[in-house]
């Protein structure tokens, strides 16, 4: 008798890890805020001739993280400083990679980050040294974050575009 209440507790144990492990692994109708992500932005190596890309990375900032974005950032601007500088590239104008598109959402967990691109012309001047970038998140009532600009690594020419926030490597 023992052994039979062990192996039907086993199974309903291993059920019962399948069905938690499914139910994490689902999207998430909650969008993303700034308590849980870690923002970052990267240079990115693999750009295309003729262009720099900078990868905004979004990670899960803690282990029970389940929350989705969708579309491109917003309200992007570059400082010089701390964020609230009076030095910034407000010449430089944010385009949109696909304006119209409507991307589907990502979703967002521990293993499971997400990105999305600043592109920039690189054989325009230079005309502007940012220290960081603000951006709203690309999230419903996406608020705002402040992260650090890669280190000599200027904006060229009048615009940067932005590309819609995509599952981290499918990019």
């Not at 692994?25 to 262009?51: E, F, M, Y």
């Not at 944010?94 to 054989?123: K, T």
Request: proline residues 9%.
């Amino acid at each position: 008798m023992i052994g039979k209440i062990t192996a039907l507790t086993a199974v309903a144990l291993t059920t019962g890890v399948v069905l938690t492990g499914t139910a994490s692994a689902n999207p998430s109708d909650k969008p993303c805020d700034t308590s849980d992500l870690v923002v970052s932005v990267t240079k990115d190596p693999t750009s295309a001739a003729g262009q720099q890309a900078y990868v905004i990375h979004y990670v899960a900032a803690g282990p029970h993280t389940n929350c989705s974005l969708q579309g491109a950032p917003t309200a992007v601007t570059f400082t010089k400083g701390n964020g609230h500088s009076q030095a910034d590239g407000s010449d430089i104008q944010v385009l949109l990679d696909d304006p119209y598109g409507h991307p589907a959402p990502v979703n967002v967990q521990p293993g499971r980050p997400a990105e999305s691109r600043i592109l920039v012309g690189s054989q325009a001047p230079v005309t502007f040294w940012p220290s960081v970038v603000n951006l709203n998140l690309p999230a419903t009532n996406g608020h705002t974050v402040t992260v650090g600009w890669p280190e000599n690594a200027p904006l060229r020419g009048d615009h940067v575009e932005l590309t819609a926030v995509s599952a981290a490597g499918s990019a």
